[in-house]
């Protein structure tokens, strides 16, 4: 069926608040209270100011009923099956179509938002087949769906064509990738692949679920040059029956296997982890146990968060709910360790010579991302020129993406 195409002025604005704008599309997050909250209030002063807003993503369905019940107008959906859909042009074009099934979409390169500093996130696929008892997306999510290898290949050249030196490859579960198409795990058949693109570029992946990633996989991840030795491995907790019951398929044995390879065939690496303090039923033994893990693990960068119940989490109607203050105040304990271990790791920094990227500049100074550093997650050194040692290629004037050799 042929699909009339609307005559939309297609300009894009990176402020939802610009008067010329008058189509926002909201990426909106399901996963904690925080980030629903922060999409609510987005949604609502946007509207306020009169735009046409289209949610996008993980909580779609949950805005979906909250705006019906408040009958709020000029809010649309995207949900099932749209991960081929992101182009803005598309996206404009199937809304109208009103026959989202039957729609054709071109894959034309899509916007990125982060073409001056030279990153942008490589989605491999959307959705997760896992059930973590504390996440609410095994209730709203359907069944992951990978991109094709080939579409992905195609959609990092575009990168590349536009400028991209560094992608990041996200998923919700980045290392159960390909199973929905090619019956196994093909994180690695996919990265082969990416290494071989020509140009220079590098990559870095977000979200390694460990109990996948064998401990042959890592050392066939040494083998790739493109590959950035960053390892976001959201572990949650250490203690085994509380990983059972988050619904998580490792135990601390297979954590310390994991860990130790890592370090063992990458002397030079980032490992960065997230852990749940309080979930239902952690008892003081296993508090402890997590206390001494951060303590001799020393990961580069920790997120902490404290557990509370998301209504629609599995995790909720769990017995033996830990008690608000302890929750704080197994928290704090935690969070005064992490602060001191940076503290530490800042101290070994002074003097010695880092190498980074520039981020910003602003005059005097210099935004630096150290070379391991994830960009928009972890922390950025701010430095004058003074600090600046020299850079690879010997410039006279300095610009964003140029690799630099610096003291913080
Ligand atoms: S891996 Fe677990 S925490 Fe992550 S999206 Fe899937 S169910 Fe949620």
């Known amino acids: 069926m042929s699909i009339k195409t609307p005559e939309y002025q297609l300009n894009y604005f990176t ?17 904690i209270s925080s980030g629903r ?12 100011a009169g735009k046409t807003v289209y949610l996008l993503w993980c909580a779609v369905q949950y805005y979906k009923k909250l705006t019906q019940e408040e009958g709020i107008k000029n809010v649309h959906y995207l949900s099932r099956g749209d991960l081929n859909k992101v182009n803005l042009k598309n996206i404009i074009q199937w809304y109208d179509s009103k026959n989202y099934g039957d729609f054709e979409f071109a894959t034309g390169p899509r916007v990125y938002t982060n073409l001056e500093q030279k990153f942008e996130y490589l989605k491999i696929a959307e959705w997760c087949d896992n059930k ?9 999510r359907w069944k992951q769906q ?4 080939e579409k992905i290949i195609t959609e990092a050249k575009n990168m590349i ?5 560094e992608m990041i490859l996200i998923a919700q579960d980045t290392t159960r990738y390909g199973t929905d198409l090619y019956g196994k795990p093909q994180l690695l058949e996919l990265l082969k692949k990416l290494d071989k693109v020509k140009w220079n570029f590098t990559y870095r992946l977000l979200y390694l679920y460990p109990d996948i990633v064998t401990l042959n ?3 066939e991840l040494k083998k790739l040059k493109k590959f950035l030795p960053y390892f976001d491995v959201p572990l949650q907790h250490i203690s085994s029956p509380v990983l059972k019951k988050m619904g998580r398929f490792y135990d601390e044995w297979y954590i310390a296997k994991f860990l130790d390879q890592i370090k063992k065939i990458f002397p030079v690496r980032y490992i960065r982890t997230n852990l749940i303090i309080g979930f239902p039923g952690e008892t003081k033994e296993d508090f402890d146990k997590l206390v001494k893990f951060v303590d001799e693990t020393k990961f580069d960068n920790i ?3 404290e557990y509370h119940d998301e209504p629609m989490a599995a995790s909720s109607k769990l017995p033996n709910k830990v008690d608000d203050y302890e929750i704080r105040t197994r928290f704090t304990k935690l969070r005064q360790l992490v602060n001191r271990q940076l503290l530490e790791h800042e101290a070994t920094r002074k003097w010695k010579e880092e190498i980074g990227y520039i981020m910003e500049i602003d005059k005097w100074i210099f935004v630096v991302r150290p070379q391991l550093h994830c960009p928009e997650i972890d922390a950025y050194d701010e430095i004058t020129i003074k600090k600046i040692i020299g850079t690879f290629e010997d410039k006279t004037e300095l610009e964003i993406w140029d690799k630099i050799i610096y003291t913080v």
């Open 15 to 31: 402020d939802p608040f610009d008067t010329k704008t008058n189509t926002i599309f909201v990426n909106t997050c399901g996963f």
């Open 37 to 48: 909250d922060e999409a609510d209030t987005t949604v609502r002063k946007l509207l306020k």
């Open 303 to 305: 997120a902490l968060f």
């Open 217 to 219: 996989q890592v050392k």
């Open 146 to 149: 990978s991109l094709t290898i």
């Open 161 to 165: 064509a536009n400028g991209i030196k």
């Open 132 to 140: 973590c008892t504390f996440c609410i997306i095994p209730a709203i």
